[in-house]
């Protein structure tokens, strides 16, 4: 009865074996890996796991890197299904203007951060932040509505544009410091203070239209690096993507 749930970012494919489709199921066996090394998995990180009853995963990497995954899973005698955002799930509506257009690891840590915050108390406004390779900051009202979200480049993206654009910039990572004395720090501190502008930006918007204080949850790669520097407080969730995937797996899988 074990669930394999999969998120395939633009960087790295992270797993988590459940012992069942539903919320509050025993964490298993868990691991990640680059996409250049999808076909390591089978023989490796996969290589011990007994067959899971069902995969259920969102990715965002493309179709080639879709069916690179879905050649590991060949192993086993399952059907991975992947998650495609639609209008209504799990108790969230969809504002998008195209609701299948909105990425999948969008939805789904929406769906996770909704349901987290409802085990918690009455309904409140939300801030979902995943911070990776691209930065995404969604806007979520107390009815469970996405009102939209923003996106914008990651750490590394920033950089890697300013060193492709400006002569003199291949410098060492620096720290994030308040007033930056070198160039390091300056374009640490300049990536760090403008994905924190963004989501306070953001926090302030949702405020505004709700007439109430929104919970901000921070989760991805990179988010355990952003934390201590936001203009705002925030809940920091490593695994709010598999949250959300153990939601859907409850609701779509259980009654299988």
């Known amino acids: 009865m074990t669930l394999l749930a999969l998120d395939v970012g633009n960087t790295r494919l992270k797993w988590a074996l459940y012992d069942a489709p539903r919320v509050g199921a025993t964490l298993l066996a868990s691991g990640a890996q680059f996409l250049e090394n999808i076909e390591t998995l089978e023989e490796g990180d996969w290589a011990r796991l007994a067959s899971p009853r ?87 009202d107390a009815d469970g509505r996405f009102l939209g979200g923003i996106i914008l480049p990651g750490h590394g993206i920033m950089l890697r544009a300013l060193e492709s654009g400006t002569a003199g910039l291949h410098v060492p990572t620096g720290d994030v410091r308040d007033f930056p004395t070198n160039t390091s720090d300056a374009l640490t501190s300049g990536g760090t203070f403008a994905i924190a502008g963004a989501v306070q930006r953001m926090v302030e918007n949702l405020r505004r239209h709700c007439g109430e204080d929104p919970v901000c949850i921070m989760t991805g790669g990179a988010g355990w690096k952003m934390a201590p520097s936001m203009s705002t407080d925030v809940e920091l969730v490593e695994s709010l993507i598999f949250d959300g995937l153990l939601e859907v797996a409850d609701r779509r899988l259980a009654i299988a």
């Open 54 to 140: 069902w995969v259920l995963g969102c990715i965002v990497a493309g179709d080639a890197v879709k069916r690179r995954v879905e050649e590991q899973l060949e192993m086993w005698d399952v059907t991975p299904r992947w998650v495609v955002s639609s209008s209504a799930e799990a108790g969230l509506t969809n504002g998008y203007d195209h609701p299948a257009r909105l990425g999948s690891d969008r939805w789904v840590a929406m769906i996770g951060a909704r349901q987290r915050l409802l085990a918690k108390g009455p309904p409140r406004p939300c801030v979902v932040v995943m911070v990776g390779t691209a930065v995404t900051v969604e806007a979520i």
